[in-house]
């Protein structure tokens, strides 16, 4: 299987229409983002524990990738205890991915290394004829995944950076490339972004919560 080369987006107009073709805009991926940032900000050195800073900041990722993209009609899913949001009708799965960082010459790293969980997640909208119980329920056909893309952010107390890229299958512990990276945002942080995380719009309709052992 031939690989494309990597399709970087980097004008502010064009990474908008890539955003919206992926049921996203530039104002939520960076309202992510914030909450991201402020979460990790929180962290008391030599109080907390040393993995505080990422875990909180990977929490409230997902917390405002959910709360950003179902009022949209997206659904929350699992995949082997990695947290998802899907949308059927655009056949996206999208997660968050805390990363060293992002917006630069060089493709983002994930911080913490990845496992067997995240190189299945990835190759498997390019293996169409795999399929198991661990697919999150949908409406598309058998055999067709959607495709995975992740909402990858580095934050510091100075810096905040974040775009939204679609990881090739990769071996061992670490992403190999991207087929696309849609760059959102780089930029001083606002004091008060670590102020208090971002007023989360309101959900007004039901989803389902999958739970699962870790």
């Excluded at 990474?15 to 309202?31: D, F, H, N, P």
């Excluded at 990835?122 to 495709?147: E, Q």
Aim: glycine content about 6%; aromatic content about 8%.
């Amino acid at each position: 299987m031939s690989v494309p080369d990597i399709n970087i987006i980097d004008d502010p107009a064009a990474a908008q229409r890539s955003l919206e073709a992926i049921g996203l805009t530039a104002e939520k991926v960076i309202r992510i983002a914030e909450a991201a940032a402020a979460a990790r900000s929180e962290y008391l050195p030599e109080v907390d524990p040393v993995n505080y800073p990422g875990t909180q900041a990977h929490h409230a990722g997902v917390r405002h990738l959910r709360l950003q993209t179902l009022p949209s009609g997206w659904r929350t899913a699992n995949f082997r205890n990695i947290e998802v949001v899907v949308s059927d009708e655009l056949g996206i799965m999208l997660g968050f991915q805390n990363v060293d960082q992002a917006c630069k010459a060089l493709d983002p790293q994930a911080i913490s290394p990845k496992g067997e969980a995240t190189r299945d997640l990835v190759s498997m909208p390019y293996c169409a004829s795999l399929f198991s119980s661990d697919l999150p329920k949908s409406d598309r056909p058998l055999g067709v995944f959607p495709t995975v893309w992740f909402v990858c952010v580095s934050a510091s107390l100075k810096r905040l950076e974040v775009e939204v890229s679609r990881p090739k299958p990769f071996d061992g512990d670490r992403f190999n490339g991207f087929f696309e990276r849609i760059l959102v945002a780089d930029k001083e942080m606002d004091g008060s972004v670590l102020a208090a995380a971002p007023v989360a719009p309101e959900i007004e309709h039901d989803f389902d919560i999958v739970i699962s052992k870790k």
